[in-house]
Nanobody, 127 residues
Framework: QSHLVESGGGLVQPGGSLRLSCAAS????????IGWFRQAPGKEREGVAC????????MYADSVKGRFTVSRDNAKPTVYLQLNSLKPEDTGLYSC????????????????????WGQGTQVTVSS
């Protein structure tokens, strides 16, 4: 069955860094835009970052701009989310999703619902 697999989460101190990876099983990630989402306990899921198929268009939530970077390596193919200057409020389950872009927006936004979701990888920022 086709699905996404995230990895790279863990426990990190405030100010630390992590790199999350998103890979596909059973389909080719090259043909999909990718969104990263996170959900903290007791809170709704929020979009964190988006990257287009070519990688030429990216989008970030205001809360992570300047600290997180989304990129993709279509040769592997894998999508990455680099998390720098982590804060306790960045704690949550990070999931990636694959799909097409929503044409209603001029910037990178995944059409809902995405075609594929991953199970997520836990990021905990704590001293």
């Amino acid at each position: 069955q086709s699905h996404l697999v995230e990895s790279g989460g863990g426990l990190v101190q405030p100010g630390g860094s992590l790199r999350l990876s998103c890979a596909a099983s059973g389909f080719n990630l090259d043909y999909y835009a990718i969104g990263w989402f996170r959900q903290a306990p007791g809170k709704e899921r929020e979009g964190v970052a988006c990257i287009s198929v070519s990688g030429g268009s990216t989008m970030y939530a205001d809360s992570v701009k300047g600290r997180f970077t989304v990129s993709r390596d279509n040769a592997k193919p894998t999508v990455y989310l680099q998390l720098n200057s982590l804060k306790p409020e960045d704690t949550g389950l990070y999931s990636c999703a694959a799909g097409s872009l929503d044409p209603s927006f001029s910037y990178c936004v995944l059409r809902y619902p995405p075609d594929y979701w991953g199970q997520g990888t836990q990021v905990t920022v704590s001293s």
